[in-house]
Every structure is written in structure tokens, then in C-alpha cells.
């Protein structure tokens, strides 16, 4: 049934939460589980494409005849993402990365204080706008973006400010989908349209997506 749509195609994915170090024992992370960026790699890889997979912290086995690149900060995720988008056709940013870090990371384990404290915190890069805003060699590039309300309106900003060619939208209000689920539903916009994918398995859904992302590929061209 899979026709090697992407053969030839080089894709990289970015998958599963990013991990912040205050000290040496602890970090500020979120609850990404990292299944949907892992079954976005079976879907490119069954469509034929050579798959490279930047991944943060995960329970997750590597996809068979996947390259794995396995990272913790959004920081080493951006420096491995920007090294690999410029040999890709596609670059798919569906990891849930930390937006801030600590400004420092003690050396040493952080001494209980006072009954309150406070750690300052300073903006990460966005990994995937950086991708695309790339002049040279600039993959198709892929966003997602998990919303609880207003989902369309939210979705379609971001298409237009972080300069993507797509973006796949879901509502995580609903919590049959999304985060740490094995199902999603979601809406695909791009610059000229949009296109809504029902409730299915996340490999179902992966797979929806990379044919779509295919035809605009080839459209391209
Ligand atoms: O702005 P927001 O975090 O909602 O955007 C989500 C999209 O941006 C996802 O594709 C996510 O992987 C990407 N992103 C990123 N680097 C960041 C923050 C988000 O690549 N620092």
C-alpha cells in the first residue's frame, strides 16, 4: 500500500520534551511523551525517506532503520537540528521544548533556602524558527502546535510568524488526544488552506500528515 512517496527525500523530526538543568540533580521539563514524533518517523521512513530523530528524554524505542539523535537541552536540541535541517527536505518540529532555562545551572546541588525562592529564567531559541527563517537550504518545515483554546486562530499565527509551510493543530482541552494519548485528531493549515484529520491512532494520523506533507513537496517542484 505505501508507494515511496518521499524516496530520496532526506526528513528530520524533533520529538519528546526538553530537559532544563538548575543543578546537577534536578531540571525543569514537561509531561511530552514523544509518541507522536516517534510514529512521524515510521510514517517517513515507511514512505521511504531517510529519517533523522532528534529526541529529547523518552521511554520510546528507536524505529527500525531511523537515525537517532538523542538530546536534553533545547539548546543541544537547536544546535543538532540546525547541523541536520540543512541536508533535509523536511524538517518537523513536534518536540514540546522548554521555553525558558534556568539563567544559570549551579555546579553544585541548590541548598534548601528560605520558605520561598526564586530561580530566573531566560528565553530558549525557537528551534523551529530558526529553521525557517534559514536562506539557504530551508527544509519544507513542519510545526505543531497543541492549544486549549482557539485552536484555529492560535495555529494560523504561528504559520505566519515563525514563517512555517504547514502546521498541524490539536486541541489538548480534549484529553482523548494529544499529550501522552495513543490517539489524536487534528487540522492541518498551510498558507492556502487547511484540511481536518478525524480522531485516529497516532500512526494512522502520522501517516495522513507525511502524505500530505509528500504532495506539497512534490507540488513544489
Ligand atoms: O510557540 P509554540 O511553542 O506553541 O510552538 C510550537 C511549535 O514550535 C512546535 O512545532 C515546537 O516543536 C516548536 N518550538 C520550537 N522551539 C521552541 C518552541 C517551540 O521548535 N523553543
Redesign the pocket.
Known amino acids: 500500500e505505501d508507494t515511496p512517496l518521499l524516496a530520496g527525500k532526506t526528513v528530520t523530526i524533533?520529538a519528546g520534551p526538553t530537559r532544563e538543568a538548575l543543578d546537577p540533580v534536578r531540571f525543569i521539563s514537561n509531561h511530552s511523551s514523544g509518541k507522536m514524533g516517534f510514529s512521524l518517523a515510521c510514517a517517513a521512513k515507511a514512505l521511504g525517506a531517510k529519517v533523522n530523530l532528534i529526541s529529547g528524554p523518552v521511554n520510546l524505542t528507536t524505529p527500525s532503520e531511523v537515525n537517532r539523535f538523542d538530546v536534553e537541552s533545547?539548546q543541544q536540541m537547536h544546535d543538532a537540528a540546525m547541523e541536520l535541517a540543512v541536508n533535509s527536505d523536511v524538517f518537523i518540529?513536534?518536540?514540546a521544548?522548554a521555553?525558558y532555562k534556568a539563567t544559570t545551572t549551579a555546579n553544585n546541588k541548590i541548598k534548601k533556602q528560605g520558605d520561598t525562592m526564586t530561580i530566573e529564567l531566560s528565553k530558549?531559541?525557537?528551534?523551529?524558527a530558526s529553521v525557517a527563517a534559514l536562506e539557504e537550504n530551508r527544509p519544507f518545515t513542519v510545526?505543531?502546535?497543541a492549544e486549549t483554546n482557539d485552536v484555529a486562530n492560535y495555529a494560523k499565527g504561528?504559520l505566519k510568524n515563525?514563517n512555517l509551510d504547514m502546521i498541524c493543530a490539536n486541541d489538548v482541552s480534549d484529553s482523548s488526544i494529544g499529550f501522552n494519548s495513543e490517539n489524536n485528531a487534528m487540522t492541518l493549515f498551510w498558507p492556502e488552506g487547511e484540511r481536518h484529520l478525524s480522531l485516529q491512532s497516532k500512526q494512522q494520523i502520522s501517516h495522513l500528515i507525511l502524505k500530505e506533507i509528500a504532495s506539497k513537496l512534490a507540488a513544489k517542484k
Open positions: 524533533t533545547a518540529g513536534c518536540a521544548v521555553d530558549n531559541p525557537d528551534i523551529i510545526g505543531f502546535a504561528k515563525k
